[in-house]
């Protein structure tokens, strides 16, 4: 069954960081594509960035492009956000998710993790 | 960037009914098109992928069709477990973007 779980989300006040993770389980981590996803309160889904198979290739969104960075350990099978220099409108759930452009649909997600910009 | 325009934003319709959902990209997208269903407090869930592929365990009443810019999701018969939000998403070319979404409503 795959699985991802993920952690790492939290109050930040505006202009700090965090990191989230995304553990997985039951697929072959390393040789898919991953990516993250955001929710706004309310609003729609918004792509933030994805990372090829081997680590190598990432992109980002414009929006956080300077401020985050994904990441992923192979070894580990688990996928990372660094995101920092936070402002009031990156609060959003913040999802991982299997795939993305080659790497096909984004057929399994994460549980989401809530990052809340406020001071 | 490729937007993608869903419309209508929100469908009112009675269990049992066809409800059709459709999804305007602003350039050709080949088949490269997602569907994917939310509900209140959850992950989105993929239904189909590559415009008219059913994903894992998704029920036969789903189906989508389309290809370039236009595409559709239809759901022949609604239960009461497809009320939900559904959104569109290419994966044509970065950025990937999705739809604003189709919330589909009890009548």
């Known amino acids: 069954e795959v699985q991802l779980l993920q952690s790492g989300g939290g109050l930040v006040q505006p202009g700090g960081s965090l990191g989230l993770s995304c553990a997985t389980s039951g697929f072959t981590f390393s040789g898919y594509g991953m990516t993250w996803v955001r929710q706004a309160p309310g609003k729609g889904l918004e792509w933030l960035s994805s990372?090829?198979?081997?680590?190598?290739?990432?992109e980002y969104a414009d929006s956080v492009k300077g401020r985050f960075t994904i990441s992923r350990d192979n070894s580990k099978n688990t996928l990372y956000l660094q995101v920092n220099s936070l402002r009031a409108d990156d609060t959003a759930v913040y999802y991982c998710?299997?795939?993305?452009?080659?790497?096909?649909?984004?057929?399994?997600w994460g549980q989401g993790a809530l990052v809340a910009v406020a001071s | 960037e490729i937007v993608l325009t869903q419309s209508p934003a929100t469908l009112s319709l009675s269990p049992g009914e066809r409800a059709t959902l459709s999804c305007r990209a602003s350039q050709s997208i080949s088949s490269f098109l997602a569907w994917y269903q939310q509900k209140p407090g959850q992950a989105p869930r993929l239904l189909m992928f590559?415009?008219?592929n059913r994903a894992t365990g998704i029920p036969a009443r789903f189906s989508g069709s389309g290809s370039g810019t236009d595409f559709t999701l239809t759901i022949s018969s609604l239960e009461p477990e497809d009320f939900a939000v559904y959104y569109c998403q290419q994966r044509r070319n970065w950025p990937l973007t999705f739809g604003g979404g189709t919330r589909v409503e009890i009548k």
């Open positions: 590559d415009a008219s």
């Open positions: 998710a299997k795939g993305g452009l080659s790497s096909g649909p984004l057929d399994y």
């Open positions: 990372i090829n198979a081997d680590g190598v290739g990432a």
